[in-house]
């Protein structure tokens, strides 16, 4: 998922919106996760965090990415509290000819967490090691696999992804410098944690087999495949989606990687992994060149094999597919229900009308004998593309529909009763009293009728819109912006010693030796997930300084007392931006904040991985240390 603001978030907007979308009766909510005004958001040795799914017990499960830019030179003498200003991110970047380096990493968090109380914990899935991990030499241990949280049940059953594992052939070639190869057996596949046993839920398809025949070869090439677990219910029923087959384009390029390697006549052939690798990763422009065809999957966690292999099955596509079709066709689950209903998207002919294929939100239920019959959610022909991203034990289907509106492509909020599909989807106002052109995309609902998810709060037509999380209540089609449900504690405010509430003044003391100081603020920008008591988690975003860096090396400016230099606008004052992190609202007796200021225009960053959906954070003392390879 990419996340990202590109738009300087004004609070004048956010306030105005804050009043439209409250009403008297409105719940007040509490961010848990707060420490010295600051979000205890990611874990150490990373940038952004984003909490992605919790359950009954209040256990959290999230991600944190983006590992920061700071080299030993940056920190001399161990003193730079690296949480004070905002770095670079490591850009990282794919080639057979490097070591693979792991950006993504899963967290967990609860009450009782180890760390402290709704503090984000590095949790080791696929045998990751934590981002701040050294060896005996003391250097840093480079992790290869890439791993994330997407959701959990109320039994503790985790799912996700991972990647595989760096592999290394020995190189032969052009270069005198270069020693190995380096690939991986597959690029993603599904993962679930049931009482602390890992489970690889494995694609229908992995492998390529060509036939012998008059002019090639016989011929096995192991592509590793790819697979999501997006969701799993408290019945341990998993769902998510999968290869079923290699697309025709891509079978040119396995073709052309076996031949290569067989080729007798070329001095050190490129070796088959390597040239499947090189097509395995995204290119410049983030396109990949060996693709699959993807269908919906459900996999049972109570049904496994003596080979410790759940159950798999298949959903049924939304149309039946030529037999000479050359076109990719994809499905996807990525909510599913307590009842097994199933909630995603799927490719489909408009009411069976062959010129219209669209890709749009579907569900899938059991019929009399068990099985699973797919469900076009009906949308009109001005409607580009829908997903439905969840779907409630009442058969409450939630998902957006993208169509133009005004003149431009927006994303809009929608219900559907699965029970009663023939009265449509519903479409909420939001804030308004009549359809608004903000987009919004819901995330969650539960069993209450409570959806979450995110929401545009500015009407600028040419320029990025900043967004904010919301929380809808189906049952009185109330909307709300979570920004305006908080209290003042929860939004960066103190309250003064007349009583009165005023923003918490950070200062910090930089290279210079002069004291910087700047307001604490703090926004959530969307909300992923909500449980039956009404905690919901998500991102919010926290405002911080920015360091100075070399425009060459990208490294911090220090000063001459071993401080970093801070970036200074026209008045001295600190340039602040933006971070996400990991944010846990619960419910609250509490009073929401009816206090209103407003501040300068800054810049916000929102850069990531996902889904998703993205990290920052490092201990205060960083030990000089080199990165292992």
């Keep these: 998922m990419k996340l990202k603001f590109d738009k300087a978030l004004s609070l004048v907007a956010i306030g105005v919106l804050s009043v439209i979308g409250t009403v008297q009766a409105a719940p007040v909510y509490e961010i848990v996760n707060i420490e010295d005004f600051d979000l205890k958001g990611t874990i150490d040795g990373t940038r952004n965090g984003y909490a992605m799914a919790v359950n009954s017990e209040d256990e959290v499960v999230g991600i944190s990415k983006g590992k920061k830019k700071l080299s030993t030179e940056d920190i001399e003498g161990g003193i730079i509290d690296v949480e004070d200003g905002i770095s670079d991110a490591e850009e990282i970047t794919y080639s057979v000819l490097t070591p693979i380096e ?65 592999k290394t052939l020995a190189y032969e070639g052009t270069s005198t410098t270069q020693e190995l190869w380096y690939y991986r057996d597959f690029e993603l596949r599904g993962i679930a944690v049931k009482e602390g046993v890992e489970f690889s839920l ?23 495949g790819s697979s999501v677990a997006a969701d799993v219910n408290d019945n341990n029923l998993v769902v998510g989606y999968g290869s079923t087959a290699l697309a025709s384009s891509s079978v040119d390029r396995v073709d052309t990687c076996i ?31 060996i693709i699959y065809q993807t269908r919906a999957l459900v996999w049972d966690l109570n049904n496994i094999d003596d080979a410790g292999v759940p159950e798999r099955t298949e959903l049924p596509l939304g149309l039946t597919p030529a037999t000479d079709s050359t076109l990719i066709y994809t499905a996807q689950a990525l909510g599913v229900n307590s009842n097994d209903d199933v909630a995603g998207r799927s490719h489909v002919y408009r009411n069976g009308d062959t010129d219209k294929l669209y890709f749009d939100a579907a569900y899938w239920k059991k019929d009399a004998s068990g099985e699973y019959q797919y469900n076009w959610v009906a949308m009109d022909d001005e409607v580009t593309s829908s997903i439905a991203y969840d779907i409630n034990d009442n058969g409450i289907l939630v998902g957006s529909y993208r169509k133009y509106i005004g003149g431009y492509l927006r994303d809009k909020f929608f219900t559907l009763d699965t029970n009663n599909p023939e009265q449509g989807i519903v479409i909420p106002n939001d804030f308004q009293t009549s359809l608004s052109d903000l987009s919004s995309k819901p995330k969650d609902i539960n069993n209450k009728g409570q959806v979450v998810g995110y929401i545009e709060s500015t009407y600028d037509k040419e320029k990025p819109r900043p967004k904010v999380g919301f929380l809808f209540e189906n049952s009185t089609s109330e909307f709300f912006n979570l920004n305006a449900l908080l209290t003042c504690g929860s939004k960066g405010y103190e309250q003064n010693t007349d009583g009165e509430w005023a923003r918490h003044q950070v200062s910090i003391q930089d290279g210079t030796g002069e004291i910087l100081t700047y307001n604490t603020d703090i926004q959530v920008v969307e909300a992923n997930n909500i449980n039956e008591d009404g905690t919901i988690v998500g991102t919010a975003f926290i405002r911080k300084p920015q360091y100075q860096t070399d425009a060459t090396t990208g490294n911090v400016l220090v000063g001459e007392n071993n401080l970093p230099l801070f970036e200074l606008d026209g008045n001295g004052d600190p340039v602040t931006s933006y971070l996400p992190r990991m944010v846990i609202l619960k419910p609250t007796s509490g009073e929401a904040c009816s206090t209103s200021d407003t501040v300068e225009n800054v810049a916000y960053e929102r850069k990531g991985a996902a889904s998703f959906a993205w990290l920052f954070t490092l201990p205060l003392l960083w030990l000089r240390r080199r990165v292992k390879k």
Excluded at 202 to 223: G, N
């Design 259 to 289: 031949t290569t390697a067989e080729d007798t006549d070329t001095d050190n052939p490129t070796p088959l992994a390597i040239c499947v690798q090189n097509s395995q990763y995204p290119d410049s422009n983030s396109r990949r060149y």
């Design 102 to 166: 792991a950006n993504n990493f899963t967290v967990t968090t609860s009450a009782n967490a180890p760390e402290g109380a709704w503090r984000p914990t590095f949790y080791s899935l696929a045998g990751t090691t934590n981002p701040t991990d050294v060896d005996s030499d003391g250097e840093l241990v480079v992790n290869s696999i890439d791993t994330f949280f997407y959701g959990l049940n109320s039994n503790g059953t985790k799912v996700g992804s991972y990647t595989g594992e760096q």
């Design 202 to 224: 494995l694609p229908p398809y992995t492998t390529y087999v060509r036939e012998q025949d008059a002019d090639t070869s016989a011929a096995t090439v192991e592509l590793g």
